[in-house]
């Protein structure tokens, strides 16, 4: 495995690791690595005559997904739109690996963390079953994309959680893959919820595997943008909002409190909000938790937010200004290439400006030592 360089104070240039970065989910593969059983029903690229361009089909989804936005890093902001794209026309980096470390250095970035783009709303799915064969079948391609670059690109599995014993043997399974950590849906498929005890045993395995666990944006159903009041780009406001509920519950459910080691990822929710969350988190614990009612903590709930919540972000001025406010070990830098909010190709630019009033050793955290030391790398 190639070693990065250390970073030096008088360093005025950092290459960094990209904490969340995305792949576009090629049209084979959900078709070519699923279960049979499901083959027919695979999510799949279909042309859209009507848009002139291709669509993502996936069953249970009320509308064909348009492929523009899923792929429009770089673009001028008037250039971007929901469909009329063909596959072909995408960032060919999203799919085919041998082209992706080309446009991570036009970026100026040492390594990423590869999280899906279809894979993203499957999570949101009702289908179990078929959840399942999905993820298992993203989880062989991903497989295929990451091992072009292992020193490079770095791969999270994802988990459809149909019980928690079946969950613990999907993290041996990612484990064996070589992935680095577990992108989890924002609901699991049981009848009770990720701050149940029964749980442990899942948190448990998570500690012992090395492997860290993920909530990215747009996965909990909640934050989807389907029912928006007002104009449509008032979605953008909300799309945090299922990340920090599954911090709640954690928290208050006590999740931390009984597995006092487990890493949770907050991804591309920010984190400029985290400051008065944690307040606000104190003040009802403290004023209304004997009738609201939650576990009774041993720390006061900002405690385990600094300690066991992890944070991305592409460009966030305030985070930036709030450093002190948080924990600078726990905020993680990210380009979220090649997605329509991702900093690519002027990522540099971006952290010129926002990180030029932080200490040389907050910009190393953050743009490398802390997504190093959570994945263990080398």
């Given amino acids: 495995m190639t070693e990065l360089s250390p970073i030096k104070a008088a360093d005025t240039r950092i290459d960094p690791i990209s904490a969340d970065s995305h792949i576009v989910e090629p049209p084979h593969c959900y078709v070519d690595f699923i279960d049979p059983a499901y083959r027919d029903r695979a999510p799949r690229v279909v042309p859209h005559p009507e848009s002139g361009g291709d669509k993502y089909f996936i069953e249970g989804f009320p509308n064909l997904i348009g492929l523009n936005s899923l792929a429009a890093a770089g673009k001028a902001p008037e250039d971007i739109r929901v469909e009329g794209d063909k596959f072909s026309e995408l960032h060919r980096s999203g799919w085919d690996p041998k082209f992706r470390l080309a446009d991570m250095d036009t970026d100026g970035v040492a390594a990423e963390f590869i ?36 020193d490079r690109i770095y791969g999270l599995g994802q988990t459809a959680v149909r019980s928690v014993e079946e969950a613990i043997a999907d993290f041996r399974a990612i484990k064996d893959q070589g992935f680095k950590g577990v992108m989890m849906p924002g609901y699991p498929s049981t009848e009770f919820d990720y701050d149940d005890p029964r749980f442990d045993p899942l948190w448990q395995a998570s500690i012992d595997m090395g492997l860290p666990i993920s909530f990215h944006i747009l996965t909990a159903r909640t934050d989807t943008g389907n029912n928006v009041r007002g104009t449509p780009i008032n979605f953008f406001q909300g799309i945090i909002r299922g990340c920090q509920d599954i911090i709640g519950m954690f928290i208050y459910g006590g999740v931390f409190d009984r597995n006092p080691d487990l890493r949770l990822v907050c991804v591309e929710a920010d984190a400029g909000w985290a400051p008065h969350y944690m307040y606000r988190m104190d003040h009802a614990y403290n004023r209304h938790r004997y009738w609201r009612k939650c576990a009774e903590l041993s720390k006061m709930p900002s405690e385990f937010f600094l300690e066991n919540v992890y944070l991305t972000f592409q460009d966030d001025f305030t985070a930036l200004r709030s450093v002190d406010q948080m924990n600078p070990r726990r905020l993680m830098w990210a380009s979220d290439f090649p997605h329509s909010d991702s900093t690519w190709p002027w990522s540099q630019d971006v952290i010129a400006e926002q990180f030029a009033e932080l200490t040389a050793d907050q910009r190393r955290w953050i743009l490398r030592d802390n997504v190093r030391e959570l994945y263990n790398l080398a």
């Fill in 115 to 150: 999280y899906p783009t279809i894979g993203m709303l499957i999570c949101n799915l009702q289908d179990a079953d078929y959840k399942n064969a999905c993820m298992k079948a993203y989880n062989r391609w991903l497989e295929t994309y990451v091992g072009e670059a292992p």
